[in-house]
């Protein structure tokens, strides 16, 4: 370590503001070795605070060839930067980027089979941020499918995509996010991620307010449906009491489904009702009416007025992270 003057300074339009602080505040660690080349160098400079509010400057050594194909927009911006004087050991390009976040990019521009790119939460996250600010397609796909794949808590996934907003490849996440955060109770949801949601809590609570009263008007209709008539049935399922039916459907219901629609604290899903349905003695109903009403039911995939309220939801939070819309996601996405 050594005591390095201020970098002479270099306007940076095309990768974000230089980060400069005073010299006597300074401290400087050179890397030259793991990625240093014999032909076209150029000397990059990064800067991060230490505990005490120090700034710590690192250099980099880098072979022009290894960025042209994975970060061209930087390649071009250095080969500028050479043409005029600068990218040297007197006088290096200073990046917007903390050390460990640019060291993440190298790492995963010189990954090979004897020094792999090590896959975790962090470094993906440094390898996005430092490719959406280079514009580097390969990285920023690289780092999405990446952090999909480790499957994160729905709130980090959301605070990636306020993180990242900027990035068409992330919108995606919102949707499953929501759709898994107001199944939730409120009550589970530790003070952690509520930070991490900050932004988006307030609809989330009032989505589950919503939902609740839903269920509580599904609890009491005896899921607001009747059983089949008797001019939808055929001649053989004939059921010659089906009032009877009725009545005796709406008495199981209310003694022994209702009542477990209004359990806010883990609320049965549109699945676990048919399940719960398919499974429950209705000794009263013709077995052919109960049949064809768990068929008709099986055909709708929720409640009625769910999917209003979670893509209402799912459209509030996209407003709140300036997302434009973008209609439904892939099938399948990864959260």
């Given at each position: 370590?050594?005591?390095?003057?201020?970098p002479?300074?270099?306007?940076?339009?095309?990768?974000?503001?230089?980060?400069?602080?005073?010299?006597?505040?300074?401290?400087?660690?050179?890397?030259?070795?793991?990625?240093?080349?014999?032909?076209?160098?150029?000397v990059?400079?990064?800067?991060?605070?230490?505990?005490?509010?120090?700034?710590?400057?690192?250099?980099?050594?880098?072979?022009?060839?290894?960025?042209?194909?994975?970060?061209?927009?930087?390649?071009?911006f250095?080969?500028?930067?050479?043409?005029?004087?600068?990218?040297?050991?007197?006088?290096?390009?200073?990046?917007?980027?903390?050390?460990?976040?640019?060291?993440?990019?190298?790492?995963?521009?010189?990954?090979?089979?004897?020094?792999?790119?090590?896959?975790?939460?962090?470094?993906?996250?440094?390898?996005?941020?430092?490719?959406?600010?280079?514009?580097?397609?390969?990285?920023?796909?690289?780092?999405?499918?990446?952090l999909?794949?480790?499957?994160?808590?729905?709130?980090?996934?959301l605070?990636?995509?306020?993180?990242?907003?900027?990035?068409?490849e992330?919108?995606?996440?919102?949707?499953?996010?929501?759709?898994?955060?107001?199944?939730?109770?409120?009550?589970?949801?530790?003070?952690?991620?509520?930070?991490?949601?900050?932004?988006?809590?307030?609809?989330?609570?009032?989505?589950?307010?919503?939902?609740?009263?839903?269920?509580?008007?599904?609890?009491?209709?005896?899921?607001?449906?009747?059983?089949?008539?008797?001019?939808?049935?055929?001649?053989?399922?004939?059921?010659?009491?089906?009032?009877?039916?009725?009545?005796?459907w709406?008495?199981?219901?209310?003694?022994?489904?209702?009542?477990?629609?209004?359990?806010?604290?883990?609320?049965?899903?549109?699945?676990?009702?048919?399940?719960?349905?398919?499974?429950?003695?209705?000794?009263?109903?013709?077995?052919?009416?109960?049949?064809?009403?768990?068929?008709?039911?099986?055909?709708?995939?929720?409640?009625?007025?769910?999917?209003?309220?979670?893509?209402?939801?799912?459209a509030?939070?996209?407003?709140?992270?300036?997302?434009p819309?973008?209609?439904?996601?892939?099938?399948?996405p990864?959260?």
């Amino acid at each position: 370590m050594t005591d390095h003057p201020k970098p002479k300074s270099r306007s940076t339009e095309d990768i974000g503001s230089q980060m400069l602080v005073d010299k006597a505040e300074c401290k400087i660690s050179v890397n030259v070795g793991d990625f240093y080349n014999n032909n076209h160098m150029v000397v990059i400079q990064t800067q991060e605070i230490d505990e005490t509010g120090k700034a710590i400057y690192s250099r980099f050594k880098l072979h022009l060839s290894s960025l042209e194909l994975h970060a061209p927009v930087l390649a071009n911006f250095l080969t500028q930067a050479l043409d005029s004087v600068e990218g040297t050991e007197e006088n290096p390009v200073i990046l917007p980027f903390t050390t460990p976040e640019f060291t993440c990019f190298l790492d995963w521009i010189h990954d090979r089979e004897w020094r792999p790119f090590k896959i975790t939460e962090e470094s993906l996250v440094h390898l996005l941020r430092v490719s959406s600010t280079l514009k580097a397609e390969d990285g920023i796909s690289y780092a999405v499918s990446g952090l999909e794949s480790l499957r994160l808590p729905s709130a980090q996934m959301l605070q990636l995509v306020g993180d990242f907003h900027r990035l068409p490849e992330v919108h995606y996440w919102v949707g499953p996010a929501v759709k898994d955060l107001i199944q939730r109770p409120l009550g589970e949801i530790t003070n952690s991620e509520a930070q991490q949601i900050a932004a988006a809590y307030p609809t989330i609570a009032r989505t589950r307010e919503n939902i609740q009263h839903l269920l509580t008007q599904v609890s009491q209709r005896s899921f607001a449906l009747k059983l089949a008539d008797k001019d939808q049935q055929e001649e053989a399922d004939l059921c010659l009491t089906h009032k009877e039916c009725q009545k005796a459907w709406k008495s199981i219901w209310r003694e022994n489904i209702g009542y477990l629609l209004l359990d806010f604290q883990k609320p049965l899903t549109y699945r676990e009702l048919l399940e719960l349905l398919q499974n429950t003695d209705f000794p009263k109903v013709n077995p052919s009416c109960k049949a064809r009403m768990l068929n008709w039911l099986s055909r709708k995939t929720d409640y009625p007025g769910m999917k209003e309220l979670v893509e209402e939801a799912v459209a509030s939070i996209e407003d709140i992270y300036h997302l434009p819309r973008r209609g439904p996601a892939p099938e399948n996405p990864k959260v």
